[in-house]
């Protein structure tokens, strides 16, 4: 499982002219979810992104996390972050998962992210999203939780 973090003030998704998420101060997740990722890998990536120290205290430092902030996720699919471009001009997909999977792992990562006790809002799977921020610093980090590590 593949993540774009991106530390935010607001971000908001559309689709056509409904909102579908929006959020204030937190993170923006691009998630994208590998073919062999699994219940245990959304856990694992979930209790990092809560615990991620990437917003900063009073002297400025990068000391805390999305539960000591109380900042809320958005929470985007985004399945070319598995995106191959070894070869070619055109990129190849063949490592991300297939839609249905990636679609149950995609809600269960942010229902992992809601019970570390982050308030979720999420974009629409399968969607053409229109996805607006206002990054914060800017400070943007790319996770990556593989199938089957236990690290964290």
């Known amino acids: 499982m593949r993540a774009a973090l991106q530390r935010v003030t607001r971000a908001k998704v559309t689709v056509g002219a409904e909102n579908v998420g929006e959020i204030g101060p937190g ?18 990536l979930a209790a990092k992104v809560a615990r991620l120290r990437v917003f900063d205290d009073a002297a400025g430092k990068m000391n805390l996390s999305l539960l000591d902030t109380h900042g809320a996720a958005l929470v985007v699919s985004q399945f070319t972050l598995y995106a191959d471009t070894s070869r070619g001009l055109r990129p190849s997909f063949t490592d991300a998962g297939e839609p249905t999977r990636a679609k149950e792992l995609c809600e269960r990562f942010a229902s992992e992210l809601s019970y570390q006790g982050v308030p ?20 943007t980090l790319l996770l990556e939780q593989p199938a089957g590590s236990t690290g964290d």
């Open 27 to 44: 993170m923006l997740l691009l998630v994208g979810v590998g073919r062999n990722d699994n219940e245990e890998t959304c856990r694992r």
């Open 120 to 139: 979720v809002r999420t974009g629409r799977f399968g969607a053409r999203m229109a996805v607006e921020l206002v990054n914060d610093g800017p400070v």
